[in-house]
């Protein structure tokens, strides 16, 4: 699959192609992320805005991976006052959270979450939604996320992933690697392809706990998790050191 890149020791997403699969799905994009989650997306978005850290009033937001900007647009609904930025490499992607954010104190940033083009200790809170999975270097993101966090800033991490001994474990397996799939293709002429991938990603994706430990490895602190939705989805957060 064009949308991985194999080695001897790990398979990881091909951020060339992970651009141009987002390029090219956006049409269908947030009918289809709320088809298949069955409407959770958007309390689990929710879920991550209430979590966000204030330091300094009004605050001062980054979400990574920003996407179609539903994200953004669940934290200004929580925060209404706080500035925040969006940041993303796909142009057709911030095209279409353009519109959503129009007049909101939301800036977009076209450029890659693993070099984020930001002074050091600028953020309150930063976030990463259902993108950390399409990432080839997590660890890179995470020195980089330290970096211009704010000095006891916090890190949240919304994602999707595959819990095989929940007891509905077969049945989400089967609507990743199938349903989800055909339903893209078949109803939305939606690439199979991508949807393959996207089901890869998350039954691929690793167990919230390992995530916690590889945050803490890069130097986070006042670490925690919880899961959703029939452990479909997690929330991973984290805080940069004082000193």
Known sequence: MDLLVKNEKSVRPNPAKIREMFGNITAHYDLLNHLFSLGRDIFWRKTLARRLLVIDPPGRFL?????????LVANH???PEAVQTGLDFSRPMLDLAMAKVEGK???LVLGDVLEPPFEDNLFDSISISFGLRNLADRQELYKQTLR???PGGRFLVMEMFYEPRHLLAPVTGFILKKATPWVANRLFKASKD???YLGHSI???PHPAVILDEMAKTGFQKLGYRTYTF???M???GHKPLA
Request: a neutral charge; glycine letters at 6%; aromatic letters at 14%.
């Open 235 to 237: 929330l991973v957060w």
């Open 231 to 233: 452990d479909i989805a």
């Open 77 to 79: 609904k929580q925060w």
């Open 63 to 71: 979400d990574l991976a920003a996407g179609s900007g539903d994200q």
């Open 148 to 150: 211009i966090l704010k």
């Open 105 to 107: 104190p939301i800036n």
């Open 194 to 196: 991508a949807y393959r």
């Open 203 to 205: 039954l691929s994706f």
